[in-house]
Nanobody, 121 residues
Framework: QAQLVESGGGSVEAGGSLKLSCKFH?????????LAWFRQAPGKRRVGVAY???MYADSVRGRFTLTLDHRENTVNLQMDNVKPEDSAMYYC??????????????????WGQGTQVTVSS
């Protein structure tokens, strides 16, 4: 069974940077049709923020960057100029289905357990 394990979360001050990593086990990132990072703040629904096809949510575009490390089989999310509203649990996700629609619209098959990001003002 494939497993995705996030790391890199923590506390950071507004304007700072943080790098999240998602290590894939028993699944190659090259096998995924779509890769993504989502986040969920308390009391709010989970939303996508960055996608492997280069798309980003308006709220993070220009500040967050999703990158792939094929050697380490890892998907990273570089978060720069963070804001208090970026505070949330962050999840990586992967989907292997061919023809499942755009990366922003599809249902993802594999999820990590999440890593918490807290941004203080």
């Amino acid at each position: 069974q494939a497993q995705l394990v996030e790391s890199g979360g923590g506390s950071v001050e507004a304007g700072g940077s943080l790098k999240l990593s998602c290590k894939f086990h028993r699944l190659y990132i090259a096998s995924a049709v779509c890769l993504a990072w989502f986040r969920q703040a308390p009391g709010k629904r989970r939303v996508g923020v960055a996608y492997g096809d280069g798309m980003y949510a308006d709220s993070v575009r220009g500040r967050f960057t999703l990158t792939l490390d094929h050697r380490e089989n890892t998907v990273n999310l570089q978060m720069d100029n963070v804001k208090p509203e970026d505070s949330a649990m962050y999840y990586c996700a992967a989907d292997l289905k061919i023809g499942g629609g755009s990366c922003r619209a599809r249902e993802y098959d594999y999820w990590g357990q999440g890593t918490q990001v807290t941004v203080s003002s």
